[in-house]
């Protein structure tokens, strides 16, 4: 879980850094929403497990949903994060499930 949620905060940190180096872009609400899931996920690390997977999961899916709608971003770098989001995503889900029934 803190590996996950660390691979959020890092994708929200690129986010962020893309933002803030293009002034056309360094609006208000593209820097909250680069922020927003790594907020999110350490907060799901403070909480118990069964509440905390759901939430990191969540925000490693709204950054990828976040990154694969923005126009900002090469298609190279759409593919690319399409690629680690899935199954970033299937381990932890698979994690979760595994430590339901152990």
């Known amino acids: 879980m ?4 660390t691979i959020s905060a890092f994708l929200s940190g ?13 609006q ?3 820097v909250v929403a680069s922020i ?4 999110v996920s350490f907060t799901g690390l403070l ?4 509440i905390g997977f759901p939430l ?6 709204l950054n990828g949903f976040i990154d694969l709608t923005s126009g900002s971003y090469a298609p190279w770098y759409k593919a690319l994060r399409l690629a680690l989001t899935v199954p970033v995503l299937a381990s932890l889900l698979l994690t ?3 430590k339901m029934f152990h």
């Open 47 to 50: 909480l118990p497990q069964m």
């Open 56 to 61: 990191i999961m969540a925000s490693i899916a």
């Open 36 to 39: 927003l899931p790594q907020f």
């Open 28 to 30: 208000w609400s593209n």
């Open 14 to 26: 690129t986010k962020y850094g893309t933002h803030v180096a293009h002034v056309d872009s360094a």
């Open 2 to 5: 803190t590996f996950a949620a």
């Open 96 to 98: 979760c499930i595994f």
